[in-house]
């Protein structure tokens, strides 16, 4: 037997394979297509503490090598999560990881308090890369000071385990970390989309109404990985590496790369059981590499030149 649970803090996981925020909804259309009890943790759509109408439309478009993204953060707001989506993800023996974020400091503890009082939530994921109201909307997560204050505030807020959730979007990604783990994050996902464009060149406009929005896919993959790797070597806590998993094979770069844990996003678009094909993947190929533990994986990725 190959031993696949893996601890994100004080979070245990039955495996290491969990979705990624957004891509997944709040379970229920994904349960038509497998048990949920096969995840290793199950990343709901990020919430805020009122509901979000989102962007104006188009609000996707494909790349070659994945999609452009622009929701605008829609969401049913956590009363309502907690009300209607949350009493069918209690059915599972899945942790659930509520995303959430806001457009102040103020709104991401208030998220945090009724995320962690609702009873069924087992770890909080904070996406950091939301603009800030009170500072001009910069992005939260792209700047140490800001993001140091609404982590640090979060922490105090909430006794669940802290996941913070990097933006790829800045220079040193491991500086990033180490903000994140001084302000006592749990651990860390890595990574958020990468901002883009695509131009419809007959209207010399660009095709999301949004004019930018977030690149995902197999695309940024090696940008991932690489983060991963960078990340891994900056802090002590757990990595969660996510960024254009589709198979097993994509999934044991991250984990060799640093990640304790995966994500699996847009392929969940393509593919509804993606997930547990990665599952069942990274098993078969820890057997045939002889090996009985993924925790043994982790991180041995080697750089030293060949002798
Ligand atoms: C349609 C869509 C919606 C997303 N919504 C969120 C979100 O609400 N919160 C968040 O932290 N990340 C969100 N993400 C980012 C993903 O969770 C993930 O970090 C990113 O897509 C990279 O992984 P992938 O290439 O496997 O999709 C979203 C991504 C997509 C494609």
Known sequence: MVNLSVKIGS????????????????????AEFFDLN???????????????????????????????????????????????????L???ATPVIANFFGDTINEYVRAAEELSAAG???????????????????VFGTDPKTMEQVVSAVRKT???????????????????????????????????????M??????????????????????????AVRMVWEVYKAVKIPVIGMGGIMTARDALEFFIAGARAIAVGTANFINPVAPVE????????????????INDIVGSLSITPKT
């Open 38 to 88: 096969e995840l290793g943790a199950i990343v709901v759509k990020g919430l805020s503490v009122t509901p979000r109408q989102g962007n104006p439309t188009p609000r996707i478009v494909e790349t070659p090598a994945g999609m452009l993204n622009a929701i605008g953060l829609q969401n049913i707001g956590i009363k309502a999560f907690i009300q209607d989506k949350l009493p069918f």
């Open 198 to 223: 695509v131009v419809d060149i007959k209207k010399r406009r660009p095709v999301l109404a949004n004019a930018t929005g977030g690149l995902s896919g197999p695309a940024i993959r090696p940008i």
């Open 278 to 293: 990665i599952r069942n993947g990274i098993a078969e190929f820890l057997r045939e590499e002889g090996l009985s533990d």
């Open 158 to 196: 909430t006794s669940l385990p802290l996941i913070v959730k990097l933006s790829p979007n800045v220079t040193d990604i491991g500086c990033m970390a180490r903000v994140a783990e001084q302000c006592g994050a749990d651990a860390v996902s890595v990574i958020n989309t990468l901002t883009g």
């Open 90 to 92: 209690r059915r599972f």
């Open 11 to 30: 979070l245990a996981l039955k495996n290491p394979v969990m979705t990624a925020s957004g891509t997944f909804g709040y379970g229920e259309e994904y």
């Open 120 to 138: 069924g939530v087992h770890a909080l994921e904070m996406n950091i890369s939301c603009p800030n109201k009170q500072a001009g909307w910069i």
